[in-house]
């Protein structure tokens, strides 16, 4: 289905605002802050949408006790357990920016009523004050924070927060390796293997487009590493807005491409990264219908049925109040939920069925579901019985690097059953490939429908050797015997451990 954007309507809605932050609450997006305009260049309030398809989005101006935190933007906000924490962020007074090092805990009364503040303390040593920074929850209900600008320079310096009681914590300096430049205006996203990863931002005179993981789920040194990506890549940009959605991947919207906002060129493309398999790939998303304009500083939310929801930003002339919802950008595997003000009420569908906004409805024959799920996905059996025959390009540069390139005819990229990975078997008696088929499938890279394959022929060992006298011509000639396609169980839907389909010699 091709990706559209759906602008949503409400009778109330918050005032224009950019520099805010935003979080998925049990089926609603709740945002806090900004600048809106005002005489101290912010905004402290809180406003929450419910995200249910299906239903009346409408905004509410959510009622807060206890004292307020200064208003603020370019803060960080996330949910640990029950409580949104923000951290820092800036105020413009009397002709200066103030930032901020405090930290603040709402904790969201979910049975209705008010929804009460509180400054948490924190001892020395805790990091500069600053804004533009990051910050991702961890599922040990700690936060991890990354970068930003302090007033006189960027920072890349990672610090852990842990709630130790109702009104306290402390701050952690997380030891790390050499690892991405000083910036703000980044992104930051947890990925299903509790790392951070982060893309773009801008730092040092200019605007980034790479994209770095950082493990947290072990102790001691934490490790950053700069990842590579198969597809086409999006040009380099800073305060874009991105969540990660349901089956791991990230997308991403807008964003703007100068160092300076002065002048800035405004974004309004959008794109998705996935990265299970440890493969990551880019793919931009080709969106026919009308969207929000190119803006920065928006923020967004995944909204749990396969759908990314964005609010607000700014164009260099223009302070947002819109909302709008991509569809069709990717399924989710989240459970469907409609949270309302006094009650949460969760729908839950057993296998091979999916909630379809009023009822469970059974999948399709060829498609199955998890347990709690809002769509049906193909299974292997239908991928397999449809699918054509690959094929196979083989190329060489002159430098010992082989290219094998193989293309399937179609390849969905939900499959509930099984994490799909190719291999190539030669001809019977061949000496040119060693491996056994699986053995190499970790080295495939997946770009959309195509896998490649690179290996250095003059290797003697690994299991992906060839043979060093091998050349482009020999290696084709041999012929291909198989594309066998494994399909490993993920432990979804009740699938097969392992299953091989062969199709016909591609040379």
């Known amino acids: 289905m091709e990706p559209w954007w759906e602008e949503l309507t409400s009778a109330a809605q918050p005032p224009a605002r950019y520099e805010h932050r935003a979080v998925e609450v049990n089926g609603t997006m709740v945002i806090f802050g900004g600048n809106s305009g005002s005489e101290t260049r912010a905004s402290n309030d809180v406003w929450q949408l419910n995200l249910q398809s299906g239903t009346l989005q409408t905004w509410e101006d959510l009622a807060t006790s206890g004292p307020q935190p200064p208003a603020r933007s370019g803060h960080s906000a996330v949910m640990v357990a029950s409580n949104l924490l923000v951290f820092g962020g800036a105020q413009y007074v009397s002709g200066n920016w103030a930032r901020f090092s405090d930290v603040w805990k709402l904790a969201i009364n979910h049975n209705g009523g008010s929804h009460s503040w509180s400054q948490l303390s924190a001892s020395s040593p805790r990091p500069a004050a600053r804004a533009g920074h990051t910050a991702v929850s961890l599922s040990d209900n700690t936060m991890v924070i990354f970068g930003g600008y302090d007033g006189s320079s960027y920072v890349s310096d990672v610090w852990r927060f842990q709630v130790d009681d109702g009104s306290a914590g402390f701050w952690e300096s997380l030891a790390t390796n050499a690892g991405p430049q000083a910036r703000s205006g980044h992104s930051a996203v947890k990925l299903l293997d509790s790392s951070m990863l982060i893309f773009g931002g801008g730092g040092s005179g200019s605007v980034l487009s790479d994209l770095w993981s950082l493990s947290l789920s072990q102790s001691g040194l934490h490790i950053w590493q700069e990842l590579t990506a198969s597809g086409p890549w999006p040009s380099p940009r800073r305060d874009h807005a991105v969540t990660i959605m349901g089956d791991g991947s990230m997308l991403l919207f807008g964003g703007y491409n100068h160092f300076n906002a002065a002048g800035a060129r405004y974004l309004d493309d959008a794109w ?37 929801v964005l609010f607000g930003g700014w164009d260099s002339s223009n302070r947002f109040s819109d909302t709008w919802r991509l569809h069709g950008s990717l399924p989710s595997t989240s459970t469907a939920t409609i949270t309302l003000t006094t009650a949460t009420t969760t729908m839950c569908c057993a296998q091979a069925e999916f909630w379809n906004g009023t009822g469970c409805e059974a999948c399709i024959p060829g498609h199955n579901s998890l347990v709690c799920s809002s769509f049906c996905a193909p299974t292997l059996a239908l991928v397999v019985s449809t699918m054509g025959a690959p094929s196979l390009e083989v190329t060489m540069d002159g430098f010992g690097r082989v290219s094998l390139f193989l293309t399937m005819s179609s390849l969905p990229e939900n499959i509930y059953e099984a994490t799909v990975r190719f291999a190539i078997d030669v001809a019977e008696n061949s000496s040119l490939l060693s491996w056994t088929p699986g053995a190499c499938d970790g080295e495939w890279e997946r770009n959309s429908n195509h896998f490649r394959l690179l290996t250095t022929y003059s290797d003697l060992d690994g299991p992906c050797k060839l043979d060093e006298t091998m050349n482009e011509s020999t290696l084709v000639r041999s012929g291909v015997l198989g594309a066998f396609m494994l399909a490993l169980s993920s432990g979804g839907g009740g699938g097969s451990g392992c299953c091989t389909v062969e199709h016909p010699p591609t040379t």
């Open 272 to 308: 998705r990264l996935s990265v299970s398999g440890g493969s990551p790939f880019w793919t931009e998303l080709l969106i026919s219908s009308v969207g929000p304009g190119p803006r920065g500083y928006a923020w967004a939310v995944s909204a749990g049925d396969g759908t990314m």
